[in-house]
């Protein structure tokens, strides 16, 4: 085998990695995903199927799901980041919020990084490395 050039987890690893996070979120009832500008006010908050998503058998990536994938900001600005919490409103990760169209591992994407109050917004994707 020739020497890795980063870092490397083996598969078994990744996924037990990417089960326990997805355990974590889904403790207790459905778990949450929330859309937070840079003074971390929320801008807008979806609730995640229960259980929350699935794990990638080898790579140990945790799809998340949504109970549905576009709501009305509850605040107007501009998003910074997103985070996953588990229902009781502990967070269990958080990254970048970026606008696209197609979801991306380790960002939060939706399909506007400008909220309006009372508008629609809709999260294209978030995919978790395990």
């Known amino acids: 085998m020739p020497a890795p050039s980063t870092a490397a987890y083996s598969s078994a690893v990744t996924v037990a990695a990417g089960n326990?996070?997805?355990?974590?979120?889904?403790?207790?009832?459905?778990?949450?995903?929330?859309?937070r500008d840079a003074s971390d006010n929320i801008l807008a908050t979806y609730t995640l199927?229960?259980?929350?998503?699935?794990?990638?058998?080898?790579?140990?990536?945790?799809?998340?799901?949504?109970?549905?994938?576009?709501?009305?900001a509850s605040a107007g600005g501009t998003a910074a980041y997103g985070e996953v919490c588990s229902s009781d409103g502990t967070v269990r990760w958080?990254?970048?919020a970026v606008a696209?169209?197609?979801?991306?591992?380790?960002?939060?994407?939706?399909?506007?990084?400008?909220?309006?109050?009372?508008?629609?917004?809709?999260?294209?994707?978030?995919?978790?490395n395990g």
């Open 20 to 35: 326990a996070l997805k355990d974590l979120i889904d403790s207790g009832s459905a778990g949450l995903a929330r859309i």
């Open 94 to 96: 958080s990254a970048p």
């Open 49 to 72: 199927t229960d259980p929350c998503g699935t794990v990638h058998s080898t790579t140990g990536v945790l799809t998340l799901g949504f109970a549905a994938t576009t709501v009305n």
């Open 100 to 128: 696209g169209s197609s979801a991306v591992t380790g960002k939060f994407v939706i399909n506007t990084l400008a909220l309006v109050n009372g508008a629609p917004v809709t999260i294209v994707g978030i995919t978790l």
